[in-house]
């Protein structure tokens, strides 16, 4: 995590082709066979409270965030005559080794307990002060997936134990 002007721009640029790239790379492999199949089907994206919501010093994780419901808006146009639906599941802090990871990270950058960063930097804008739990994600991929109608296209869903509310 480093502020966008001392961010290596190598590091921009594989950030963006981890969440963009293989986004799209997947998206143009799987389409022509939902057209084809004539049933359609669902993509269902992978963001973050960080599609919608900015924090300091994650510039290239937000943009690719971001661009990820731009993307689904896209393909939920140019899915639709065919019954193609986009949509993006935008989960708060799920604690994966990633966020293990960060934990200690952040402890020690801001001199602070483990414990805090967890209750007063992760969770603090949580309703309950939970994780957001991988069912609690796998749970909205099926509702997702089981709508099975356009009325349910080009969307995006915060599941973040309302960090973020719209």
Same mark, same amino acid.
């Given at each position: 995590m480093h502020p966008i002007e001392e961010f290596p721009f190598a590091d921009w640029k594989k950030m963006l082709a981890i969440h963009l790239d293989g986004a799209f790379l997947t998206t143009k492999a799987c389409l022509p066979h939902m057209q084809a199949s004539g049933k359609g089907g669902s993509i269902i994206y992978m963001g973050s409270v960080h599609s919608k919501e900015a924090s300091m010093l994650k510039a290239p994780y937000v943009t690719a965030k971001h661009g990820l419901i731009g993307l689904a808006k896209?393909?939920?146009?140019?899915?639709?005559?065919?019954?193609?639906?986009?949509?993006?599941?935008?989960?708060?802090?799920?604690?994966?080794?990633?966020?293990?990871? /960060?934990?200690?990270? /952040?402890?020690?950058?801001?001199?602070?307990?483990?414990?805090?960063?967890?209750?007063?930097?992760?969770?603090?804008?949580?309703?309950?002060?939970?994780?957001?739990t991988v069912a609690d994600v796998a749970e909205t991929a099926v509702f997702f997936a089981g709508f099975e109608s356009n009325a349910l296209t080009g969307q995006s869903l915060v599941v973040s134990h309302g960090w973020f509310m719209q």
């Open positions: 896209v393909i939920a146009k140019e899915g639709a005559a065919h019954g193609v639906r986009a949509n993006v599941i935008c989960p708060g802090f799920v604690r994966t080794p990633l966020v293990d990871k /960060q934990i200690p990270e /952040q402890a020690k950058k801001l001199g602070i307990s483990e414990a805090d960063v967890i209750k007063n930097v992760m969770l603090k804008d949580t309703v309950d002060g939970e994780f957001t």
